[in-house]
């Protein structure tokens, strides 16, 4: 077995996103393109000898190519061991809670987490450190300078090794140890909740459940979790066999993508509960009979209920949402006189604080909730959150968010995205309005009055790290606001993000449809914004 150090040259566009380095397979099949981005990895951590590390991915194409390319690195620059899902697997939760568990110094984990699979798809990287959690922008920043500067990478020549066997070996002088995937993970949740209650619940003859695991990583999790230690039945998961395309779908769990749940659950027999989890497993979209929990009201009604679960009865330390979710989570920590913390989007932004034991709860409007069990969000963990809330409140997911609403107020919320536009286009947009913050303070449109017109920036109160540039707000007198940023996970041309919201305490109008009642933020944000003049767009291409 020989070392070998290759000489490369550096490509340009290796700056990691709001999550990873996310770009098409073709780009990522480049010689050398992997390579080097691990290389400038392991160069930003200032080498990896005497290191632990783990590696897993969400099954998608080209994921066990990229994990025996890692491994060989791995090796040729010395790493003490590394630890791998076995068949190439390890949901981004389940890598967190391995990294945390056996007390790695970090991971890789390979996943474009809910963008589409497949050889023409896109593909992912990214690297989370020894908290589990996904590497703050510090260290995303040196791997980036390292990249741009990358003459050579290290490796050594060695055949493809064997991923589907649970066991030890040695590649050169690193030690390899391949697991179970899904056991730690599920050991853990079962540490949170209360598995007797939600298994007795799953048998009574007027509940019914289902989970989506769209063809992508959460399926053996689901199996393992729901069937053999829950004792849902068979039929209670679909698509759960892992596709290297995820079955030709966009594993995204929203109301466009998630089809054959939506189906289900909007229909004349819908089960109880419905559930959905994206390629990498940690998003989720929450269902009730013909019923759609947003996000924001997901992590608000979680953190309001948490005294009710058993890993959560000592109460909780704090909560956070990143800037663009709804304000509804702040409602319930005012009532339980905790800290709610406004961070830009991404889980990252949510680590420091985690780690300072600042934080119990957080979550994101896209699709995102977790707590301090892993350093990552968590699809399966926010499932078995909502199961075993039904089992302490025996009522419907639709009565538990009207219950909250009626008591904190409802956020009404919405997302528009515009996706692909051409990124000159979408920057022209964001400009402009940045130059208008002034004229827009203060200006008066019908009953609506602009109090706040800026660009987020947060100072992380752990390292006093100052992000800018996270996102132009209105707010307006009611509280209401139009959120405006572009998103940092897209892989063809920019994908622009609309995010309104409208605060209303009189119970008397909480049951409008949605869109209806923002309807007059979202003209307003037409008006203003020029989207269709600017991007040629007249209509968003999800609305979530
Ligand atoms: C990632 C991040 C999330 C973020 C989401 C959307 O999720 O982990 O924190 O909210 O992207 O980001 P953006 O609006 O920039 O596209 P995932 O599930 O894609 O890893």
Not at 168 to 189: K, Q, R, S, T, W
Not at 398 to 410: C, D, P, S, Y
Not at 453 to 465: R, V
Not at 491 to 510: D, H, Q
Request: proline residues 4%; hydrophobic residues 40%; glycine residues 10%.
């Amino acid at each position: 077995m020989e070392n070998k150090t290759i000489s490369t040259q550096a490509f340009s566009d290796q700056r990691p996103g709001t999550s990873g380095l996310r770009k098409k397979v073709s780009v990522f099949q480049q010689p050398h393109y992997l390579e080097n981005f691990v290389q400038a990895t392991f160069d930003a951590l200032g080498g990896v000898k005497e290191k632990q590390l783990a590696v897993g991915g969400d099954g998608r194409f080209y994921n066990r190519e990229a994990l025996q390319t890692i491994v060989r690195m791995a090796a040729g620059n010395g790493l003490k061991k590394l630890v791998i899902g076995r068949g190439g697997i390890l949901s981004t939760p389940a890598a967190s809670c391995v990294i945390r568990k056996y007390g790695l110094d970090g991971g890789f984990i390979l996943s474009a987490s809910h963008n589409p699979g497949g050889p023409h798809g896109d593909f992912g990287i990214k690297f989370n450190t020894a908290n589990g959690g996904p590497a703050p922008e510090k260290i995303t920043e040196a791997i980036y300078q390292k990249s741009l500067a990358l003459g050579r990478y290290l490796t050594i020549e060695n055949p493809d090794i064997d991923l589907d066997a649970q066991k030890h070996f040695m590649v050169g002088a690193m030690m390899v140890e391949i697991i179970d995937p899904v056991n730690d993970y599920a050991d853990l949740m079962m540490e949170l909740f209360d598995f007797p209650a939600i298994a007795k619940l799953l048998q009574e003859k007027d509940f019914a459940f289902i989970f989506d695991a769209m063809h992508a990583v959460t399926g053996p999790y689901a199996e393992e979790i729901f069937c053999r230690r829950l004792g849902a039945a068979k039929e209670s998961l679909l698509n759960c066999a892992v596709k290297p395309d995820f079955g030709g779908g966009h594993p995204d769990p929203n109301l466009k993508h998630a089809k054959d749940l939506v189906r289900i659950m909007f229909s004349a027999k819908a089960p109880t509960l419905g559930a959905a989890s994206d390629g990498d497993g940690d998003r989720n979209m929450i269902l009730g009979d013909n019923f759609f929990v947003t996000p924001s009201d997901s992590v608000a009604i979680i953190a309001a209920n948490a005294h009710l679960i058993k890993g959560y009865r000592n109460g909780l330390k704090g909560v956070a949402r990143s800037m663009p979710t709804s304000c509804a989570l702040d409602a319930v920590a005012k009532e339980l006189d905790i800290e709610c913390y406004e961070t830009p989007t991404g889980w990252k932004f949510f680590g420091n604080l985690l780690d300072a034991g600042k934080l119990t709860i957080c979550g994101e409007e896209s699709f995102g909730t977790s707590s301090d069990h892993v350093r990552e969000k968590d699809g399966l963990w926010t499932v078995l959150f909502w199961l075993n809330l039904l089992a302490v409140k025996k009522i419907s997911v639709k009565e538990i968010v009207e219950t909250h609403w009626q008591h904190f107020g409802r956020n009404y919320y919405t997302r528009h995205d515009y996706e692909e536009v051409e990124s000159g286009a979408a920057n022209k947009l964001v400009n402009s309005l940045r130059e208008r913050f002034e004229t827009l303070c203060g200006a008066q449109f019908g009953l609506l009055e602009i109090t706040q017109a800026d660009d987020f920036s947060y100072l992380d109160p752990i390292d006093n790290s100052l992000s800018e540039h996270q996102g132009i707000r209105l707010i307006f007198k009611d509280k209401s606001r139009i959120i405006l940023r572009l998103s940092g996970t897209g892989t063809s041309g920019a994908t622009l993000r609309l995010y309104f919201e409208k605060v209303e305490k009189n119970p008397a109008a909480m049951n409008l449809e949605t869109q209806a009642a923002l309807a007059e933020l979202i003209s307003l944000a037409d008006e203003l914004f020029a989207i269709k003049k600017i991007t040629g767009r007249s209509q968003p291409t999800v609305i979530t």
